[in-house]
């Protein structure tokens, strides 16, 4: 089996990725950073964004664990003092895959037939480089609805927990084939309206944005912040690619979020 490590580059977690690469060559796994069946990310949640965006490109081919040097995250089942318990699990290929659903976003543009698709394990924002983003909201080829306010999120179920939550979105289970569509600020008077609520979309369903006025816009996917010019068109849709994860012990979804938003001390 071959391995990579993706490493939050501060002295813990790259003590613990020489830790790691050691243990696991002493297993006679081979470390591979250009393909590798396991990468181990190190670090915090925003370190496995890097990792996953490290290899969109074989996402098929590839699966992620993380083990978290910061606070719980919930892409990181491991703690460092776990490092050697999980460098058995995975020399032993003890592990089960888990595959959650990814956000498509596809960029057109008005002066040329090339457009741009990303894929976000978390979110993608839309904002105005003006003061108000105005798009209408096209699902499934008729207007929804014309939005004014400060930006939109389009969320995958994983990454509702994130940015998405921040904004009052529902959270989703990362098993659901959907993704979220979340307000930012948006103006609501006698004269604009918008529905105000989270939209949760399903797979066979997909939201596009079409510019009313401005034509550039700044837009996210994860940590990775891109503007775009002349802007015809941005869409949203579930990926027909999914993420993978090693899975080498239980720790339930609903169980994170409660040892992340709720005391995880609070007794009965």
Known sequence: MKFAVQSRNDPQSNELMERAIGYLTDFGLELDEEKPDIVLSIGGDGTLLHAFHRYTHMLSEVAFVGIHTGHLGFYADWQPNDIEKLVISIAKGEYRISEYPLLEVTVNYRDSEESFTYLALNESTVKSSEVTLVMDVV????????????????????????????????????????????????????VFRTVGSSLVLPSHHHCLLKPVKAEDFMVTVDHVQLLHKNVKSIEYRVANEKVRFARYKAFPFWQRVHDSFIDSDLKD
């Open 139 to 190: 699902l499934n080829g008729r207007r929804f609805e014309r939005f004014r306010g400060d930006g939109l999120c389009v969320s995958t179920p994983s990454g509702s927990t994130a940015y998405n939550k921040a904004l009052g979105g529902a959270i989703l289970h990362p098993s659901l084939e959907a993704l979220q569509l979340t307000e930012m600020a948006s103006i609501n008077n006698r």
